[in-house]
């Protein structure tokens, strides 16, 4: 497995092929999961080839938005089997792979632990002190896809996301739970002191 050429690949498409409006789903968004992953997978305890296809698959999570602008995790996989036995992974590793980028899909529904730690790295902003600046990026978006138009139909989202999101790691649940639940009383203040 060349772990480390799959990932100088799929930084580079990243940074050369997202279109300049996904402000949020961006190379630095997939830094970020990639970070969040190995600090989550370091407290869980993971290590070895689970800890290699972990980096991997928060490499490739959002790749599927350099080709499609739907069912970008399908799209991701698809580059996945494509691209990674070019770099040594064979069909198990890719699978594996494939299945932590599908268990990313909102709402998320991760079946093992390594799956659980890849999506608690992919929302884990929300239970951070940059939670207001990486939302920003998203409402940016959204925005730029024609999806929402207001601030207030984006707290209304958040409001509703916020509250049906859940973290599935003992680290989250411990480190970023309670900063997400002042969040959320942040956004339904908003709504509150905003309404009608």
Known sequence: MDAEGARTYIL????????????YHSLLHTLDVYASAIDIAEQEGIQGEDL????VAALFHDAGF??????????????????LPRFGFNAAQVER?????EAT????DPKDLLAEVLCDADLDYLGRPDFIPIGDTLFSELRAYGILGNEREWNTVQERFLSGHR??????RTLREPVKQEHLAAVRAWLEAHAG
Do not use: M, W
């Open 66 to 83: 350099v080709t499609s602008d739907t069912d970008h995790e399908e799209a991701g996989c698809a580059l996945v089997r494509e691209q």
């Open 167 to 172: 973290y599935f790691t003992a680290t989250n």
């Open 52 to 55: 290699v296809l972990l980096k």
């Open 105 to 108: 899909r909102i709402p998320q």
């Open 97 to 101: 792979i494939c299945g932590l980028i």
């Open 12 to 23: 580079q498409r990243l940074r050369d092929e997202l279109p300049p409006q996904r402000s």
